[in-house]
């Protein structure tokens, strides 16, 4: 037959794991976003927004924290 002579590749794989400067830059960006969220707030702008900006914005400050809580640990459970 000829399954018999069939070759079985890519068994073995790598999956490509972030370095640490990718992850230390990712959550960068994800802080000052939230840190500025949170300024905007400060501000007394959220009372100006829309429903659908004001949904995006919650959703925003739900969001940001648990994204950073989520990189620190990948970054605290990988490199150290």
Do not use: C
């Given at each position: ?13 790598v999956?490509?794991?972030p ?62």
């Amino acid at each position: 037959m000829r399954t018999e002579h069939l070759k079985i590749t890519n068994v073995n794989k790598v999956v490509k794991q972030p370095d640490l400067l990718t992850l230390l830059l990712l959550l960068l960006i994800i802080v000052i976003a939230s840190v500025s969220m949170f300024k905007r707030f400060g501000k007394g702008e959220f009372k100006k927004l829309n429903y659908w900006e004001m949904e995006r914005s919650v959703g925003a400050l739900i969001t940001l924290p648990i994204l950073i809580i989520l990189l620190v640990y990948k970054i605290i459970t990988q490199y150290f």
